[in-house]
């Protein structure tokens, strides 16, 4: 039974060999085809990922900004090179963007605004011309350099203090100013440069951070006794220290950067930190209302405020580096002066006083504001 068996079991094999050995041609070409399919299938795969990665990079498009430098085309390479999305920068002072979009019934000129005083911010969030973001990274930074609602950001901070030609003030034979009280000396009658505050952010924070200090009736006793050492006030931001270094004024009213720093050098000035207190000035980032590439927009803060090489790479280009104020958490930064020397400012002032100073202003400076 066991031979029956063995033998019923052979049969069907052999005619399964003969019939594997015959189709063994067709079976190699069924079995090359699929591999030759499956490596076509991957090979496609890969071209489509490559493909969607390419158009991952650009789905962007591009993003319009105006800025307060064209030094920050840097960053905003930076940013192109990791996502695609390629950039176009103007350059504006902070009061001039308001004003422009006030003028144009809100028609934002860019995407993103970055840089300038936040007083400029303040009073486009009230105009409802900025748009909420909710930034990943929020939680990060101070509560006081950023919107409750998520309308502005911070970027820093600019301090502001003298730059003091000493030849020329060896030839009016007067001392170096040690405070701001200093600055109304007569000896420095028409020797004294500043920016306009209308135009410039940053001294407009300086004039409302000293108003809160003294007060408003002593504050603007302060100012016109300022008046009238001030030669005039310059339409650009750089003006006062470039042309107090070149010998045009024994001082001038600055923003304290790098560029401050190197300049004092190169021309044998003096930089002082007023002794009754520095002012500071939040510089401002928020994302237009109404802006035609808002997801860019928002993606490059996320960018920027989400890692901190990116944030290291923007307090280069702004030579200072107070982001450290504004993000504590982040490393390798110190902000390079003692913070305690700081005013004392309420910053929602600066934005809800603004009108008012400035119609103040106007009045006292007259003809010296360039405009």
């Not at 489509?48 to 064209?70: H, I, M, P, Q, R």
């Amino acid at each position: 039974m066991k031979k029956i068996f063995n033998i019923a079991w052979a049969l069907p094999l052999a005619a399964s060999l003969l019939l594997a050995s015959c189709g063994g041609s067709t079976a190699m070409q069924s079995t090359g085809a699929a591999s030759s399919s499956e490596e076509s299938s991957a090979e496609s795969e890969k071209a489509e990922t490559t493909a969607a990665a390419a158009d991952s990079a650009s789905e962007g498009g591009s993003l319009s900004v105006v800025a307060t430098s064209k030094d920050y085309q840097k960053l905003f390479d930076s940013f192109t090179a990791d996502t695609g999305i390629k950039t176009e920068l103007l350059s504006m002072s902070s009061g001039e963007v308001l004003s422009k979009l006030k003028a144009e019934g809100g028609t934002p000129m860019a995407d993103l605004w970055f840089g300038g005083g936040i007083d400029a911010f303040m009073s486009a969030k009230a105009d409802g011309l900025l748009e909420k973001v909710e930034l990943d990274a929020a939680k990060d930074i101070a509560s006081d350099y950023k919107d409750s609602e998520g309308y502005w950001y911070t970027k820093g901070l600019t301090v502001v203090g003298f730059i003091v030609n000493t030849e020329e003030l060896k030839k009016l034979g007067a001392p170096e100013p040690k405070s701001w009280d200093d600055l109304t000396n007569p000896a420095y009658k028409d020797e004294i440069l500043m920016s306009n505050p209308a135009i410039s952010g940053t001294n407009y924070g300086v004039v409302n951070a000293i108003l809160q200090k003294k007060g408003e009736e002593e504050g603007w006793k302060y100012f016109t006794s300022l008046n009238e050492n001030v030669k005039y006030y310059a339409k650009r931001g750089g003006d006062p220290r470039e042309k107090t270094a070149a010998g045009e004024a024994a001082i001038g009213i600055t923003p304290m950067d790098k560029k401050t720093e190197k300049l004092a050098e190169e021309q044998n000035c003096s930089l002082v930190y007023p002794s009754d207190g520095i002012p500071y000035i939040p510089e401002g980032v928020a994302v237009f209302k109404g802006a035609k590439n808002k997801d860019a927009a928002v993606k490059f803060l996320n960018w920027l405020y989400s890692s901190d090489e990116h944030l290291k790479e923007l307090a280069e280009i702004d030579g200072k580096n107070t982001i450290k104020v504004v993000k504590p958490n982040i490393e390798g930064l110190d902000a390079g002066f003692d913070l305690n020397t700081l005013m004392q400012e309420d910053l929602s002032l600066f934005g809800s006083q603004r009108d008012q100073i400035l119609a103040n202003w106007d009045s006292l400076a007259g003809q010296k504001a360039e405009s």
